[in-house]
């Protein structure tokens, strides 16, 4: 039985279990009328587990290795409980007349979160089999939740279906790294690794990346495991897709980084070969298609998807040795806290306008500058962050990732970085386009409530606040990249 | 100790922000329009006082230099200052950010708080461009300038010119060449680190770090990165195909800032960067420069003379006339045997150039867009016989279109003359060709301007005469101050040239040792 201590070390998820347990508890006593009172139980877990987070971060692993505690995970933690308030903050109005169960809403999003904060400290197969898992089951029932709405069924079939068969290829590689090392903890697989001069148990390792990076591929949304992205996007509820685009997309870099840099710096030279080809994939496909895109969602879906790419590149080119502040890791740390604030703020304004007026589709965003100009001028703002052009936090995230490429030398992927950023201009500006220039057919203003309002105010004065004085920011990745049995070569 | 040139910088923007709390309706609109001029006269004030008060031009230093830590970890600061180089075309910017918004009041009746506003945070984006002396803080305001400037052309741009297209051509266009630019940035960074000392992206710095140094590949690779970037905006053939698009479409006040500062900031960048950090690569690549500069020349003159709307012809003779300013520029880093006069003359003719092509350029496009508000069509065959029937307008578009052509007296004569003393002595024959641009550029402005629309007979069944009338006040008063430049500097131009000949021959000085 573990002592105090080391369940003191994961308060934050105590904290959450706690809380979720709370909200049954509230919404079967209180009914109807403890409705109001649950999204608020919700932000204050959050808001706790957040709290602990200070006092926590140490460089060790408890649970007989299963579980690391470092600042590397505190700071996924972090982008975790913060995405999660957030989308309960765009989830209050959007549940109000769409469904009755709020209460179990809540719940899975509370473990939902609770499930990112696991992945993220997960250095065991079994943990991340199981945190990657437990994730899953949540955003199946999330993305399916309004049970009236058939384009939500749709994607939480879809979902599923895509969830069941990566994970089974992963399971499939979890299972040959375990016959290659005899045992579940990542730190063993690299003894294992640099011990062995078998070319069987290289090509095995090489083998189990790939299979890995299925699961997390489909986490992430890379090519080609993103298909489901674009239909998910579409169909599940607003503030849902939200929460899939950041807590759920950082959880799986949280693991992606994690297993290569700890478990496979072996195969440091295969595995970036492969990351390489799935970076310019995810990122070309996601912005071409992108292209194309007529509805809110969708675009947004693939916008997502090329989003990942980018961050790949900084996952491809990490190296923490030496002194320059290009590391790689840090970048995608920076990339990932700067793309929680713009896309969450992006996603507040696309549920706040399908609230009011049931908008998704570019065209219907016609004259939105009339309508609601605060909603339309943040747009810009958002839309600037995600290309990457400053003044934009979105700026410094790329500027790290793309200076993290070129101090490895990867120049080719750079190259296609920095293209697609541009091609991304495109499609963010066709709903400027439309907010700005087109004249609205109904122009009435859009009423917004007063939660949305702040959200999306706090979003938008991080984005360009985070710009000006970008250095807390990456102080906080530089102290992210403190990981557990990170290879320093 | 005032900061001048954060003050200077900042208060645009802080004008833009104040505008977002004047109240709605159309009465407030009047209020708006004033307040928006009369607070662009503060940084015109600010800059004049400046130039002729604090700054130094015998001095080939930087000046009045402020410096704070931004972002230590990347070794980033906030780092700015004025040398003879940024001086005149920071005053070019506020005086022609105060015509423009003030020739506006009477054009732009609609969303008037959003141009007003979209067109300060310009002023901020440009000025900011022209005081960075750190790569970084250069870029950040290299793209702030990007937004409203797409604003501009797509809201308020004449509708049936395709406004929205031609806006995102625009940001694309010029978006693309500086993502390359911001790879060759971080990567001089990180070859100007260590391992016991961090990179740097001051400019000056850079300058006596020597990035790449010893790899010529990668050097001239980010010397070439961020050439396309700057030649882009200025644009260099082929790089120009945006700036006749995005001209027509754009509002006058529009296509004066983009042709009279926006354009200069690809010149400026290539001067203030390029020559003083890469002086060997550029030497060395200087004349393939050249040629590109020959053929905008020749080219831009050449395609002026084919239009027959009367805005793209100047958009292609701005083509023309900025492909003299990087001929300057090409001559005075070109290798072989010319002396730093030689050299220094043609880098004074190619700066002079730059502040010449603001003032006659920005006039032009004033000039366009008073004829356009008159007769609702710029086709150059629709008119004729103007110079009779409005005479002010008439006395105006024949001094503008002189001073274009080069005619002594007049400002461009100064610097084109100027340009092409120095050149002949290192690009010979580039220069040689380069002469017939004067030629076809006199001919387009003589027979397709002067002829088509001044002279000839008026013919009241063209268009709309209902609306013919002479310049008003407020236009006079618009054109007042550029026609003013374009004389003094014609008959006393040391009054420039004292402060661009100390910073050219300071920056030549990498180049002739």
């Given at each position: 039985?573990?002592?105090?201590?080391?369940?003191l070390?994961?308060?934050?998820?105590l904290?959450?279990?706690v809380?979720?347990?709370?909200?049954?508890v509230?919404?079967?006593v209180?009914?109807?009328?403890?409705?109001?009172?649950?999204?608020w139980?919700?932000?204050?877990?959050?808001?706790?587990?957040?709290?602990?987070?200070?006092?926590l971060?140490?460089d060790?692993?408890?649970?007989?290795?299963?579980?690391?505690?470092d600042?590397?995970?505190?700071f996924?933690?972090a982008?975790?409980?913060i995405?999660?308030?957030l989308?309960?903050?765009?989830?209050?109005?959007?549940?109000?007349?769409?469904?009755?169960?709020?209460?179990?809403?809540?719940?899975?999003?509370?473990?939902?979160?609770?499930?990112?904060?696991m992945m993220?400290?997960?250095?065991?197969?079994?943990?991340?089999y199981?945190?990657?898992?437990?994730?899953?089951?949540?955003?199946?029932?999330?993305?399916?939740?309004?049970?009236?709405?058939?384009?939500?069924?749709?994607?939480a079939i879809k979902y599923f279906?895509?969830?069941?068969?990566t994970?089974?290829?992963m399971?499939?590689g979890?299972?040959l790294l375990?016959?290659?090392?005899?045992?579940l903890?990542?730190?063993?697989?690299t003894k294992?690794?640099a011990?062995?001069?078998?070319?069987s148990?290289?090509?095995l390792?090489?083998?189990?990346?790939?299979?890995?990076?299925?699961?997390?591929?489909?986490?992430?949304?890379?090519v080609?495991?993103?298909q489901?992205?674009?239909?998910v996007?579409?169909?599940?509820p607003?503030?849902?897709?939200a929460?899939?685009?950041?807590?759920s997309?950082?959880?799986?870099?949280?693991l992606?980084?994690?297993v290569?840099?700890?478990?496979?710096?072996t195969?440091?030279?295969?595995?970036?070969?492969?990351?390489s080809?799935?970076?310019?994939?995810?990122?070309?496909?996601g912005?071409?298609?992108a292209?194309?895109?007529?509805?809110?969602?969708?675009?947004?879906?693939?916008?997502?998807?090329?989003?990942?790419?980018?961050?790949l590149i900084g996952v491809?080119a990490?190296?923490?040795?030496g002194?320059?502040?290009?590391m790689?890791?840090?970048?995608v740390?920076?990339?990932?806290?700067a793309?929680l604030?713009?896309?969450?703020?992006a996603?507040?304004i696309?549920?706040?306008i399908?609230?009011a007026?049931g908008?998704?589709?570019?065209?219907?965003?016609?004259g939105?500058?009339?309508?609601?100009?605060l909603l339309a001028?943040l747009?810009?703002?958002?839309?600037l962050?995600l290309?990457?052009?400053?003044?934009?936090?979105?700026?410094?995230?790329?500027?790290?990732?793309?200076?993290?490429?070129?101090?490895?030398?990867?120049?080719?992927?750079a190259?296609v970085?920095?293209?697609?950023?541009?091609?991304?201009?495109?499609?963010?500006f066709?709903?400027?386009?439309?907010?700005?220039?087109?004249?609205?057919?109904?122009?009435?203003?859009?009423?917004?409530?007063?939660?949305m309002?702040?959200?999306v105010?706090?979003c938008?004065?991080?984005?360009?606040?985070?710009a000006?004085?970008?250095q807390?920011?990456?102080?906080?990745?530089?102290?992210?990249m403190?990981?557990?049995?990170?290879?320093?070569? | 100790?005032?900061?001048?040139l954060s003050l200077?910088?900042?208060?645009?923007?802080i004008?833009?922000?104040?505008?977002?709390?004047?109240p709605?309706g159309e009465?407030?609109?009047?209020?708006?329009?004033?307040?928006?001029?009369?607070?662009?006269?503060i940084?015109?004030?600010?800059?004049?006082?400046?130039?002729?008060?604090l700054?130094?031009p015998?001095?080939?230093?930087?000046?009045?230099?402020?410096?704070?830590k931004?972002?230590?970890?990347i070794n980033?600061?906030?780092h700015?200052?004025?040398?003879?180089?940024?001086?005149?075309?920071?005053?070019l910017?506020?005086?022609?950010?105060t015509l423009?918004?003030?020739?506006?009041?009477?054009?732009i009746?609609?969303r008037?708080?959003?141009?007003f506003?979209?067109?300060l945070?310009?002023?901020?984006?440009m000025?900011g461009?022209?005081i960075?002396?750190?790569f970084?803080?250069?870029y950040?305001?290299?793209?702030?300038?990007?937004?409203?400037?797409?604003?501009l052309?797509a809201?308020?741009?004449h509708?049936e010119?395709?406004?929205q297209?031609?806006?995102?051509k625009?940001?694309?266009?010029?978006l693309?060449g500086s993502v390359?630019?911001?790879?060759?940035?971080i990567?001089?960074y990180i070859?100007?680190?260590?391992?016991?000392t961090?990179?740097?992206?001051d400019?000056?710095?850079?300058?006596?770090?020597?990035?790449?140094?010893g790899?010529?590949?990668f050097?001239?690779f980010?010397?070439?990165?961020?050439?396309?970037?700057?030649?882009i905006?200025?644009?260099?053939?082929?790089?120009?195909?945006?700036?006749p698009d995005?001209?027509?479409?754009?509002?006058?006040?529009?296509?004066?800032?983009?042709?009279?500062?926006?354009?200069?900031?690809?010149t400026y960048?290539?001067?203030?960067?390029?020559?003083p950090?890469?002086?060997?690569?550029?030497?060395?690549?200087?004349t393939?420069?050249?040629?590109?500069?020959?053929?905008?020349i020749?080219y831009?003159?050449l395609?002026?003379m084919?239009?027959?709307?009367?805005?793209r012809?100047?958009a292609y003779?701005?083509?023309?006339?900025?492909?003299?300013?990087i001929?300057?520029i090409?001559?005075?880093?070109?290798?072989?045997?010319?002396?730093?006069?030689?050299r220094?003359?043609?880098?004074d003719?190619a700066?002079?150039q730059?502040?010449?092509?603001?003032v006659?350029?920005?006039?032009l496009?004033?000039?366009v867009?008073?004829?356009?508000?008159?007769?609702?069509?710029?086709?150059?065959?629709?008119?004729g016989?103007l110079g009779?029937?409005?005479?002010?307008y008439?006395?105006?578009?024949l001094?503008a279109?002189?001073?274009?052509l080069?005619?002594p007296?007049?400002?461009?004569?100064?610097?084109?003359?100027?340009?092409?003393?120095?050149?002949?002595?290192?690009?010979?024959?580039?220069?040689?060709?380069?002469?017939?641009?004067?030629?076809?550029g006199?001919?387009?402005?003589?027979?397709?301007?002067?002829?088509?629309?001044?002279?000839?007979?008026?013919?009241?069944g063209?268009?709309?005469?209902?609306?013919?009338?002479?310049?008003?006040?407020?236009?006079?008063?618009t054109?007042?101050?550029?026609v003013?430049?374009?004389?003094l500097i014609?008959?006393?131009?040391?009054?420039?040239l004292n402060?661009i000949?100390?910073?050219s021959?300071?920056i030549?000085?990498?180049i002739v040792?």
């Open positions: 039985m573990p002592d105090l201590n080391t369940w070390l994961i308060s934050p998820e904290i959450l279990t809380f979720g347990l709370l909200i049954i509230i919404d079967l209180g009914r109807e009328k403890s409705h109001a009172v649950l999204p139980v919700a932000i204050l877990g959050f808001i706790l587990a957040i709290a602990t987070i200070p006092y971060a140490q060790q692993t408890i649970f007989a290795g299963m579980y690391a505690i600042k590397f995970a505190f996924f933690k982008i975790g409980a995405g999660g308030i989308t309960v903050l765009i989830s209050i109005d959007f549940l109000r007349t769409r469904t009755p169960a709020k209460g179990d809403f809540y719940l899975l999003l509370t473990f939902a979160v609770l499930a990112t904060m993220a400290s997960s250095t065991s197969l079994l943990m991340i199981l945190s990657i898992e437990f994730l899953s089951y949540m955003s199946y029932l999330l993305a399916g939740f309004l049970r009236e709405d058939k384009k939500s069924n749709e994607a279906l895509y969830g069941a068969v994970s089974a290829l399971l499939y979890l299972s375990y016959g290659i090392s005899g045992s903890n990542l730190a063993d697989l294992q690794f011990a062995s001069s078998d070319l148990v290289k090509a390792g090489i083998v189990s990346f790939t299979l890995l990076l299925a699961g997390f591929g489909f986490k992430i949304s890379a080609p495991f993103h489901w992205a674009p239909d996007y579409e169909g599940a607003t503030p849902v897709v929460f899939l685009s950041v807590g997309k950082a959880a799986g870099f949280a992606l980084l994690r290569a840099l700890t478990a496979f710096p195969f440091h030279a295969e595995w970036i070969a492969l990351l080809v799935v970076a310019m994939m995810t990122m070309t496909l912005n071409l298609v292209l194309q895109q007529t509805n809110v969602k969708r675009l947004l879906a693939y916008s997502s998807i090329a989003q990942a790419g980018y961050m491809i990490a190296n923490v040795s002194a320059s502040p290009f790689g890791l840090n970048g740390l920076i990339y990932l806290a793309y604030f713009t896309n969450l703020g996603f507040v696309v549920v706040a399908e609230n007026t908008a998704v589709e570019i065209p219907e965003y016609a939105l500058v009339k309508r609601a100009p001028a747009f810009v703002v958002f839309f962050s290309a990457g052009i400053p003044p934009t936090v979105g700026f410094i995230g790329k500027f790290f990732v793309f200076g993290a490429a070129l101090r490895e030398g990867f120049l080719l992927l190259a970085g920095v293209i697609n950023s541009v091609i991304s201009v495109f499609y963010y066709s709903i400027i386009r439309a907010a700005f220039f087109e004249e609205p057919k109904d122009a009435t203003l859009i009423r917004v409530p007063g939660v309002t702040a959200s105010a706090i938008a004065a991080l984005v360009l606040l985070l000006v004085f970008p807390s920011l990456i102080d906080l990745a530089g102290m992210g403190g990981m557990f049995g990170i290879a320093r070569p | 100790m005032i900061p001048w200077i910088t900042a208060l645009p923007i004008g833009a922000v104040a505008l977002l709390f004047f709605k009465k407030a609109n009047a209020t708006i329009k004033w307040f928006a001029i009369i607070w662009s006269l940084p015109l004030a600010i800059a004049g006082f400046i130039w002729f008060g700054f130094n015998a001095n080939g230093k930087m000046q009045l230099e402020e410096f704070a931004w972002i230590p970890s980033v600061n906030y700015v200052g004025v040398d003879g180089l940024s001086m005149p075309l920071i005053f910017t506020t005086l022609l950010t423009s918004l003030f020739y506006s009041k009477y054009v009746h609609e008037v708080r959003e141009f506003l979209m067109f945070l310009l002023e901020t984006g000025l461009v022209f960075s002396l750190d970084f803080l250069f950040v305001f290299w793209e702030l300038g990007l937004v409203p400037m797409y604003f052309i809201i308020w741009g509708k010119d395709r406004p297209y031609s806006a995102i625009f940001f694309l266009y010029t693309a390359f630019m911001l790879l060759a940035i990567a001089m070859t100007t680190s260590s391992a016991t961090p990179g740097t992206f400019i000056v710095e850079l300058a006596a770090r020597k990035p790449f140094a790899d010529w590949a050097a001239s980010a010397f070439w990165s961020i050439f396309i970037a700057f030649a905006k200025v644009p260099l053939f082929p790089f120009h195909t945006w700036l995005a001209h027509t479409a754009a509002p006058t006040a529009g296509s004066v800032i983009l042709a009279g500062i926006l354009l200069k900031l690809g960048g290539i001067v203030r960067v390029l020559i950090i890469f002086p060997q690569v550029f030497q060395a690549n200087a393939i420069i050249g040629i590109l500069a020959t053929i905008s020749v831009g003159a395609a002026a084919a239009q027959t709307d009367f805005k012809l100047i003779s701005s083509v023309n006339h900025m492909g003299y300013v001929l300057g090409a001559a005075a880093v070109a290798a072989g045997g010319a002396t730093l006069t030689d220094a003359i043609a880098l003719g700066i002079l730059m502040f010449n092509h603001g006659i350029t920005g006039a496009f004033f000039i867009g008073m004829l356009y508000e008159r007769a609702h069509t710029r086709d150059l065959k629709m008119f016989g009779a029937k409005v005479p002010v008439g006395a105006m578009l001094v279109t002189f001073a274009s080069g005619l007296g007049l400002a461009g004569f100064i610097s084109e003359f100027m340009i092409f003393r120095g050149a002949f002595a290192s690009l010979t024959l580039l220069s040689t060709i380069s002469v017939l641009g004067i030629v076809f006199a001919a387009m402005l003589l027979w397709k301007v002067i002829q088509n629309v001044l002279l000839g007979t008026f013919d009241e063209k268009w709309e005469h209902k609306h013919l009338f002479d310049l008003t006040m407020p236009e006079i008063l054109l007042t101050p550029l003013i430049l374009m004389v014609g008959v006393y131009p040391s009054v420039l402060t000949n100390t910073i021959t300071a030549l000085g990498v040792k």
